[in-house]
Nanobody, 120 residues
Framework: QVQMAESGGGLVQAGGSLRLSCAAS????????MGWFRQAPGKDREFVAW????????YYADSVKGRFTISRDNTKNTVYLEMNSLKPEDTAVYYC?????????????WGQGTQVTVSS
């Protein structure tokens, strides 16, 4: 059963932008902090961005800081990841997940992922 549904991925040239969406299947999921992760071919999954339940605080990996923006609209049960100035090294499958304890560690209810491909 899919708990979270990512969308918005695609093929983009280096320097371009994409906005990913993560739609929760249950309104209750929006009571929790959320995180974005990514996994490139042959690499481990890595943390990308995090946001509190209210959207008042965010945290980013150094590799995307200043280029990516995480936000959320709890009314729409959706978390977003706006990606600007994309680089080929951003190519990966992007996943969203709940952070049940708000500690950037207790992740669960992962989505299926959406592919982002950045060409050079």
């Amino acid at each position: 059963q899919v708990q979270m549904a990512e969308s918005g991925g695609g093929l983009v040239q280096a320097g371009g932008s994409l906005r990913l969406s993560c739609a929760a299947s249950r309104r209750a999921f929006m009571n929790y902090a959320m995180g974005w992760f990514r996994q490139a071919p042959g690499k481990d999954r890595e943390f990308v961005a995090w946001i509190t339940w209210s959207g008042r605080s965010t945290y980013y990996a150094d590799s995307v800081k200043g280029r990516f923006t995480i936000s959320r609209d709890n009314t729409k049960n959706t978390v977003y990841l706006e990606m600007n100035s994309l680089k080929p090294e951003d190519t990966a499958v992007y996943y969203c997940a709940t952070d049940l304890l708000g500690d950037r560690k207790s992740y669960g209810y992962w989505g299926q992922g959406t592919q982002v491909t950045v060409s050079s």
